[in-house]
Nanobody
C-alpha cells in the first residue's frame, strides 16, 4: 500500500518553469515504477512521464520531450517533475501514480496508486 501526495502546482507564465513533487508514504517506491499523468476538464487522463526506480529508465510523452524531466530521490522517497518552457496547453491537473508492474505501461489502468492531483495553470 502506497499513499502519494503531490505538491508544487501553481500559476506560471508561458515559457516559465515549475517543479512538481510526489511524496510517498506507507511503502518505499524503490521497487515501483512512478509516473506523472495530467487531465483537463472533459478529457481523458494522459501519461506525461514515467521513471523506473529499479534501473532509472524514463519515458516522456512526445509533446513534453526536451521540456520536462522526471527524476527521483530515493532517500526522500520522492519523485519530481521538472517542467520548463511551459505552454498554455500544459495547463491541467497533474497526478502522481505508481505501479508494482515490472514492465512498462502508459495506461492509467495499470497504475494501482494515485495522488490527489495538483493544478498547473500556464498563462499566455
Amino acid at each position: 500500500q502506497v499513499q502519494l501526495v503531490e505538491s508544487g502546482g501553481g500559476l506560471v507564465e508561458a515559457g516559465g518553469s515549475l517543479r512538481l513533487s510526489c511524496a510517498a508514504s506507507g511503502r518505499t517506491l524503490s521497487s515501483l515504477r512512478v509516473g506523472w499523468f495530467r487531465q483537463t476538464s472533459g478529457k481523458e487522463r494522459e501519461l506525461v512521464a514515467t521513471i523506473s526506480w529499479n534501473d532509472g529508465s524514463t519515458y516522456y510523452k512526445d509533446s513534453v520531450k526536451g521540456r520536462f524531466t522526471i527524476a527521483r530521490d530515493n532517500a526522500k522517497n520522492t519523485v519530481y517533475l521538472q517542467m520548463a518552457s511551459l505552454k498554455p496547453e500544459d495547463t491541467a491537473v497533474y497526478y502522481c501514480a505508481a505501479t508494482g508492474r515490472a514492465y512498462f505501461s502508459t495506461e492509467t489502468r495499470d497504475y494501482e496508486y494515485w495522488g490527489q492531483g495538483t493544478q498547473v495553470t500556464v498563462s499566455s
